[in-house]
């Protein structure tokens, strides 16, 4: 369905109707695909564009006459092929121009300019329908001139460009309604890839690695035993955990997390275990340690790597035993807490130099995830741009977005260091920067992402003559560099001087003495 409290505000609609007015004096009416108006004359503080029309809905059946003349006008142009159709009305020599509103071959409405009269219409007939308006219809003798002198005669030329102005209309909302059932059947099947296929829990991808990952956690979230999620940084170690915890028996009790390594060892040691009334200088009142918070649920270990020997100590004693003492305790307290833990580091190696309990390891270590960089799953960058387009746009309250083609290819082709986090960081910058943009260009990605892309590394240094003179190879090496530069800056000098790191100046100069300048060049030609 078309939707039309959109469609009264779209700008080029505003525009034809205040055209239509100011040039035909005609009120510009929409009625859906059941004749029903949907442009607001009937709604109680609406301003009228034609006076006409204004003293027409003040009378006893001024609205009856209306919808009447609607539904008549509607049957007659829908019975015929034309598009638009030109039709008379209740009012003597009153007339209006219809338009179909059709999209693939369906009626979706009906634009509607009126009223007017045809050039050759007389004085008497103009008194004619003066007379029907006082007697046959109640207006006052006052109302009834003030309503007539605001209806134009049109000749043939300008009926043929009213008719034309009302099509325009038609396929303005054609042409909108279109682009938004586009945009959301887009949207459908988006949703529809994001769903239990491509999804698990607040995790998207369509790969065959991601895949693999929602089957084992399938597999593990019902167990109790204790998981280790390894990964770089970005790629959602902490999704998968909460991934584990709510679709597990435990989803009803506390998921808590804390990283590791934002912490000192006697801080660590508090946050974990709590700590007692006095047990250090600042310790007012007995504090829960987030083992026991989190009692019956589930505890994720953040860069578990980042710990101390004496604390992974202590965090085998929970594992093993379920019981813990805050700090400055004399009794141990007990917790029954499944734990997840993560990290980025190869454990395996930090055992051999002996920065890692190996008991510790394989206690932890039960089931190991493995999550993979964003790099070698391809296929989900793309699935994962638009999610993150569309959530930032529903967080933001600004209309649908879309990225251009060569902004896709350009991220496509990044390499994304920071993975996930770091491709939604991009996006959500890219909506704030697009502003009202409809569509995502290049030119906004970050600098990192527009470079790469280019020649990649050592591939200038390869074309490079290592024979003669150090001094020559130099030179042909900064020649090679500041002409391909200049081609990927589209010669913008300044642009060009800051990626090399050297002054304007000094490139202009540089530029003239390998005689790069294509000014220059074409002046010579």
């Known amino acids: 369905m078309i939707k039309w409290d959109e469609i009264s505000k779209l700008h080029v609609i505003v525009k034809l109707e205040q055209i239509l007015n100011r040039w035909f004096s005609v009120e510009q009416i929409f009625t ?5 108006i949907q442009s607001g004359q009937l709604e109680k503080d609406y301003k009228f564009n034609n006076h006409f029309l204004k003293v027409q809905m003040g009378l006893p059946h001024g609205y009856n006459l209306l919808t009447q003349d609607i539904e008549k006008a509607s049957q007659e142009l829908n ?4 598009m638009t159709h030109l039709f008379s009305t209740s009012y003597p020599h009153i007339h209006g121009i219809a338009a179909k509103i059709e999209v693939d071959g369906e009626v979706f409405g009906t634009v509607y300019a009126y ?79 994001l769903g239990d296929k491509y999804r698990y829990h607040m995790m998207i991808g369509k790969s065959k690695a991601m895949q693999k990952i929602y089957s084992l956690l399938e597999k593990i979230s019902s167990s109790e035993s204790s998981v280790m999620i390894q990964g770089e940084n970005g790629t959602g170690k902490e999704l998968v955990a909460k991934a584990i915890h709510f679709n597990s028996p435990r989803k ?4 808590l997390a804390v990283n590791c390594s934002a912490f000192n060892d006697n801080l660590l040691d508090s946050e974990l275990f709590g700590h007692v009334k006095g047990a250090f200088t600042g310790a007012v009142k007995d504090k829960k340690g987030l083992f026991e918070v989190a009692n019956n649920g589930t505890l994720f270990l953040d860069e578990i790597g980042d710990t101390s020997l004496s604390m992974q100590v202590k965090l085998l004693r929970v594992l093993q035993e379920g019981t813990f003492l805050p700090v400055g305790a004399s009794s141990p307290r007990q917790a029954d807490v499944r734990i997840l833990a993560a990290t980025n580091k190869d454990l395996k190696t930090m055992m051999k130099n002996g920065e890692f309990r190996e008991d510790l390891y394989y206690r932890i270590n039960v089931i190991n995830v493995n999550l993979p960089p964003l790099r070698e799953r391809q296929e989900d960058i793309a699935l994962l741009m638009e999610h993150f387009l569309k959530k930032r746009c529903e967080e933001q309250g600004v209309p649908p977005k879309a990225f251009s083609k060569k902004c896709m290819e350009k991220m496509l082709d990044y390499p994304w260091p920071g993975n996930v986090r ?21 030119d906004l990605l970050s600098q990192r992402i527009l470079d790469h892309g280019g020649a990649p590394v050592g591939s200038v240094a390869r074309g490079i003559n290592t024979n003669g003179t150090l001094k020559e190879a130099l030179e042909e090496l900064e020649c090679m560099m500041i002409r391909e530069g200049l081609k990927r800056c589209n010669f913008n000098k300044s642009k060009l001087s800051k990626e090399l790191g050297i002054s304007r100046a000094n490139l202009i100069s540089k530029v003239d003495k390998y005689d790069l300048d294509k000014r220059k060049k074409a002046a010579n030609e």
């Open 32 to 36: 859906d695909n059941h004749d029903k």
């Open 79 to 82: 019975s015929k092929e034309e």
């Open 422 to 442: 770091e491709l939604e960081n991009e996006v959500e910058r890219l909506v704030v920067l697009a502003g009202d943009d409809k569509t995502i260009t290049p």
């Open 252 to 255: 009803d009790a506390q998921f």
């Open 115 to 193: 009223p007017f009269v045809s050039h050759d219409t007389t004085d008497a007939e103009i008194k004619e329908l003066e007379q029907a308006l006082i007697n046959d219809h109640g207006a006052t003798e006052g109302d009834a001139k003030a309503a007539i002198e605001s209806v134009k005669k049109l000749n043939t030329e300008s009926l043929e460009y009213l008719t034309e102005l009302v099509d325009l209309v038609s396929d303005e909302i054609e042409t909108f309604h279109s682009e938004i059932s586009k945009r959301e059947e887009r949207i459908h099947e988006l949703n529809s890839e």
